[in-house]
């Protein structure tokens, strides 16, 4: 089974998450779905928001990413999920959703343990500088 991936994040992180992964997989615009919540709308216009997005569309097990821990976009994630069968991380990154997208096919627990590895392990200092 492959899993989708829903990108919840400020405006215009998510769609452009979106946009980097589908550069590097063009395959996978159909299993990633991406909200960005725009500053000035409220929480229940961006849960309404996520819920039209996901209208029509056979759920399955989901992968939510989100940027901030406590902020709206996780916090609407939060309230979408209850709805889905979905498991959340906060703190996404390019990294972390291509890994994500590249293991969609694995265990959701797998998934979810690749998604945070990604992540972290994205975060490197690749220079130094003398001054």
């Given at each position: 089974m492959?899993?989708?991936?829903?990108i919840?994040?400020?405006?215009?992180?998510?769609?452009?998450?979106?946009?980097?992964?589908?550069h590097?997989?063009?395959e996978?615009d159909?299993?990633v779905?991406?909200?960005?919540?725009?500053?000035?709308?409220?929480?229940?216009?961006s849960?309404?928001?996520?819920?039209?997005?996901?209208e029509?569309?056979?759920?399955?097990?989901?992968?939510?990413?989100?940027?901030?821990?406590?902020?709206t976009?996780?916090?609407?994630?939060?309230?979408?999920?209850?709805?889905?069968?979905?498991?959340?991380?906060?703190?996404?990154?390019?990294?972390?959703?291509?890994?994500?997208?590249?293991?969609?096919?694995?265990?959701?627990?797998?998934?979810?343990?690749?998604?945070?590895?990604?992540?972290?392990?994205?975060v490197v200092?690749?220079?130094?500088?003398?001054?």
């Open positions: 492959t899993h989708r991936i829903f919840v994040a400020h405006a215009p992180l998510a769609l452009a998450l979106k946009a980097c992964a589908k590097v997989y063009p996978c159909s299993g779905l991406a909200l960005d919540v725009q500053a000035n709308d409220t929480p229940e216009q849960l309404a928001a996520a819920q039209a997005l996901w029509g569309i056979d759920d399955g097990d989901v992968l939510v990413l989100t940027d901030v821990l406590g902020a976009p996780a916090n609407v994630a939060q309230r979408w999920a209850r709805d889905h069968k979905a498991k959340i991380v906060a703190g996404v990154n390019l990294p972390m959703l291509l890994r994500s997208v590249c293991y969609r096919h694995e265990p959701m627990d797998a998934l979810l343990q690749r998604a945070m590895t990604g992540g972290a392990l994205g200092e690749i220079s130094t500088s003398s001054h």
